[in-house]
């Protein structure tokens, strides 16, 4: 399990005074290039070598609200990898009450700049086996 903590800025906060429900999409954006980070495999390294990851879907289930100034901490587990296909489900809590925030899976795919599907395991093994090890880990 991978995790990625994200303080809320006031720009990020609606007129309620809660983080407004469109940034927790762009916080699992982040907390995913991240991950590709720790994995070894940053987002640029893979473009300039001619993989893209293209968000397929995204979806997000708000539970408990996050307010300005505070840090949510974003759980990321790496799960249905199948070599073309994998995806990215999440688990946002209050980090300093612990409260369920959010629950969220986004799907990606690995292409071409052309968007024509690429096949770790035959163009990249070395990236292959990073998502092999990753998806096997749990918490």
């Known amino acids: 399990m991978y995790t990625f903590e994200r303080t809320a800025k006031y720009y990020e906060t ?11 999409i762009r916080w699992f954006e982040e907390a995913r290039i991240d991950l590709m ?6 987002y640029r390294k893979m473009e300039e ?4 990851i293209p968000v397929l879907g995204v979806s997000c ?8 100034d505070e840090t949510i901490v974003l759980e990321l587990e790496i799960q249905n990898y199948t070599g073309v296909r994998f995806e990215v489900v999440y688990t946002g ?3 300093e009450t612990g409260l369920l925030s959010c629950t969220g ?9 052309e968007l024509k599907p690429v096949r770790l395991k035959q163009h990249f093994p070395a990236w292959h086996e ?3 090890r990753a998806s096997a880990e749990k918490a």
């Open 37 to 42: 980070d720790q994995l070894g495999l940053p």
């Open 130 to 132: 990073a998502f092999l």
């Open 14 to 24: 609606d007129q309620m005074g809660i983080v407004h429900h469109s940034n927790y």
């Open 61 to 68: 289930t708000y539970k408990h609200p996050i307010r300005f």
């Open 105 to 113: 899976v986004s799907q990606h795919c690995f292409t071409t700049p």
């Open 49 to 52: 070598s001619g993989v893209l």
């Open 93 to 95: 809590r209050h980090k």
